[in-house]
């Protein structure tokens, strides 16, 4: 593994599991077994490493979101449901990048917004922001009698039951598993969560 990717999937984990500010640059050189130089040289600043850190998911999930997105649109017929089943397999696709890779990423997105990274919300809004609009569009489409606002603050009272969900599967996954007798994945959590934040967002 070259030095570059060394410094990615350290970085990756520590963001992952303590947050952006709470990692320091020598955590990740010890992590990565490099020194402060291979990280100026490879990405300059932290800044620009969380950003390489989000990219490598963006440029898996954005073209596959991007393909069913625009599926969706054409339909005149969509619920909220139908939008927000259609995420499922763009992030389901992250695990071509690493094992559970829908699930770090969603903690890494609620990592960024939790700690409120000015620089993150405009370098997402300047390379994926058609997208992401496009995302918004489809879900007002689908609950067109909310304001604008309304839906914002459920999305993020959505985004928030994911991220949790996803930062405390493996405890979720061994309390089932206890209980119930029965194995759970991120796949099915996540297919566990689509009723439930359906409603939460076309509530009337």
């Known amino acids: 593994m070259n030095t570059k990717k ?3 999937i350290a ?9 952006f ?18 990280i100026n040289y490879h990405f300059g600043s932290k800044n620009n490493l969380i950003q390489a850190v989000f990219q490598r998911y963006f440029d898996q999930l954005m073209p ?14 969509v619920n909220v449901e139908d939008v927000f089943g259609a995420l499922i397999a763009p992030l389901m696709a992250l695990e ?14 609620g990592r960024g917004y939790n700690e409120s990274r000015g620089h993150m919300r405009k370098f997402i809004q300047a390379e994926y922001g058609e997208t992401l609009s496009m995302l918004v569009q489809c879900i007002h489409k689908s609950v067109s009698w909310i304001s604008a606002e309304t839906l ?17 599967r493996t405890a979720l996954s061994e309390i089932v598993e206890a209980d ?12 566990s969560l689509l009723p439930f934040v359906s409603q939460g967002i076309s509530a009337k």
């Open 64 to 77: 596959d979101l991007n393909k069913v997105l625009n599926a969706v649109n054409e339909r005149d017929d």
């Open 6 to 8: 060394r410094i990615l």
């Open 21 to 38: 500010a709470q990692t320091s640059m020598r955590e990740i050189t010890t992590e990565a077994d490099v020194n402060l130089a291979a």
């Open 152 to 168: 914002f603050w459920r999305l993020h009272f959505a985004l928030g039951s994911v991220v949790f969900s996803m930062a405390a």
């Open 96 to 109: 071509k990048i690493r094992s559970n890779g829908a699930a770090v990423f969603l903690l890494l997105l």
């Open 180 to 191: 119930f007798n029965h194995q759970t994945s991120t796949h099915e959590i996540l297919l």
């Open 11 to 19: 970085a990756e984990r520590l963001f992952a599991e303590q947050g």
